[in-house]
T-cell receptor, first 115, second 114 residues
């Protein structure tokens, strides 16, 4: 069974500081995909970053980067220079192969950026 | 353009009403999805359409009836809903339904069943 765990239900960070959101997953697959999605309050869910398991290099998108540890089954998201617009619910998602593109979502981390 | 649009934004309906939710994308994507999301919870997959055919139905009650009239449009017909069906209904699309396809989400329809 595939499971995704986000152990931090809520987090806060001062504006301009760095914060790391954790995500662990459990799978017996070797080739899969990992995603972080952001859902601001009353706004739509948008993709933050994705990582292919076969790539050793960690994905980065501007202020967002991941620390992907395949052996440890860990996929944390680092947000640098936090901005007020980063306040949102963040969902980690795992996608195994050959499942019709189905996500396994974590329970989410609610991040608040404090001015 | 990675836009998925959904109408209406909000919907209030009684348990005997029939209503429909609409989702549209013009990105040429061939897979479309319906999700249900309760407050502060992750989305739960309901249906997947791949090339306009229903490929996944996650044991959703028959009071929810999906329809995919063409490759750009996805509907969700609602009938005889229960108050516990009140939620945010999200539509998403992806280029295909193979592995690793990024899904793009719409803003959702917030449904309240009285």
């Amino acid at each position: 069974a595939q499971t995704v765990t986000q152990s931090q239900p809520e987090m806060s960070v001062q504006e301009a500081e760095t914060v790391t959101l954790s995500c662990t997953y459990d799978t017996s697959e070797s080739n899969y995909y990992l995603f972080w999605y952001k859902q601001p309050p009353s706004r739509q869910m948008i993709l933050v970053i994705r990582q292919e398991a076969y790539k050793q290099q960690n994905a980065t998108e501007n202020r967002f980067s991941v620390n992907f540890q395949k052996a440890a089954k860990s996929f944390s998201l680092k947000i640098s220079d936090s901005q007020l617009g980063d306040t949102a619910m963040y969902f980690c998602a795992f996608m195994p192969p050959n499942t019709g593109n189905q996500f396994y979502f974590g329970t989410g981390t609610s991040l608040t950026v404090i001015p | 353009d990675t836009e998925v649009t959904q109408t209406p934004k909000h919907l209030v309906m009684g348990m005997t009403n029939k209503k429909s939710l609409k989702c549209e994308q013009h990105m040429g994507h061939r897979a479309m999805y319906w999700y249900k999301q309760k407050a502060k919870k992750p989305p739960e997959l309901m249906f997947v359409y791949s090339y306009e055919k229903l490929s996944i139905n996650e044991s959703v009650p028959s009071r929810f009836s999906p329809e995919c009239p063409n490759s750009s449009l996805l509907n969700l017909h609602l009938h005889a809903l229960q108050p516990e069906d009140s939620a945010l209904y999200l539509c998403a699309s992806s280029q295909g339904s193979g592995s690793q396809e990024t899904q793009y989400f719409g803003p959702g329809t917030r449904l309240l069943v009285l």
